[in-house]
């Protein structure tokens, strides 16, 4: 499929690339600095892979928890030390362009939130080809109304997204909760090197196992469906944390940005931190260490509200 071809000045900047510098923007291996991308990659599955196996072992835990009746539609529950069904909560969606991941390998943040009183949930979803965009942003729907049911004395729910999972978490700004018959207890977003506006990626390559067509990517886009939208945050004080590294690709940093001057259009109390000399792999796997700065603010955000 080719890009679409050159248009009226004014028109989306990703469209002026050739489809072989989409593909080079949109492969966020391609841009580690200290590793080359097998190794980022597989240091990557490490980090999440020991990160998971030291907080099964550590921490209190209810896994593989169903959320639903699919057979992917599980979560695991991380709890910290003293368990309190009145804990702040903290949601995890995975990365992988929809298409790889695993909440077995993804407890990255497990313990040090755990450790100062936070629990955390992390959540499997169906990956393409087996599941579509709108399945995914469904389960993940689903995966929230569930833990408020469970927990409903929770002191704030937040979730937290690394690149298609931002995506995912993303989606929930305009959710109609009605049908779920709950509505969560949404307290912040930390959206980490998301991907909001779906469209540049119709055209590379990560869409072979999505087969997501522009309809397809139009009508899950967040960046899209919030500047079309006529209401306001439900909850003004809801905080989102839009962040990405540094050395994450340009059209990264230009969907980041984007997508946080948006929420600040349409009412949201949201900020913007570039994170220092991290790649799109190292601002998720620090997430094991308690004094990265992401880690901190993070931390900030929830304690200050309790």
């Not at 439900?234 to 980041?256: I, K, M, N, W, Y």
Request: overall charge negative; proline content about 6%.
């Amino acid at each position: 499929m080719e890009v679409p071809g050159r248009g009226p000045p004014g028109e989306a900047s990703w469209k002026k690339l050739s489809k072989e510098e989409l593909e080079n923007q949109y492969s966020p291996s391609r841009w580690v600095i200290r590793q080359g991308a097998e190794e980022a990659l597989r240091t990557y599955s490490h980090i999440g892979d020991e990160a998971t196996k030291k907080a099964r072992a550590t921490r209190r835990s209810l896994l593989h928890v169903p959320y639903g009746d699919g057979e992917g539609e599980k979560l695991d529950i991380y709890f910290p030390g003293e368990v309190s069904a009145a804990s702040p909560f903290c949601l995890f969606f995975h990365g992988g362009y929809w298409q790889s991941g695993s909440k077995d390998t993804s407890a990255f943040m497990v313990n040090p939130l755990t450790a100062q009183g936070v629990a955390v949930v992390v959540m499997a979803y169906d990956l393409a080809p087996k599941g579509t965009l709108d399945q995914m942003v469904d389960q993940v729907t689903r995966s929230i109304a569930f833990v408020q049911k469970q927990y409903p004395y929770n002191e704030g729910i937040y979730l937290c997204g690394h690149s298609a999972g931002a995506h995912l978490a993303s989606m929930m700004f305009l959710t109609n909760w009605t049908k779920h018959g709950v509505t969560p207890n949404l307290k912040g977003f930390f959206l980490v090197s998301g991907i909001y506006d779906l469209e540049p990626i119709v055209y590379t390559t990560h869409n072979a196992p999505l087969r997501m067509t522009l309809e397809d990517a139009q009508r899950n886009s967040p960046q899209l469906l919030l500047e079309a939208a006529l209401t306001q945050p439900s909850d003004p004080a809801c905080h989102v944390l839009v962040t990405v590294g540094q050395h994450d690709s340009p059209e990264f940093h230009r969907q980041s940005r984007e997508f946080y001057q948006t929420l600040r259009r349409r009412g949201w109390n949201a900020s913007f931190e570039e994170i220092h000399d991290v790649d799109h792999f190292e601002i998720i796997w620090n997430l094991t260490q308690k004094d990265f700065v992401l880690t901190q603010m993070i931390l900030k955000t929830i304690l200050q509200e309790h």
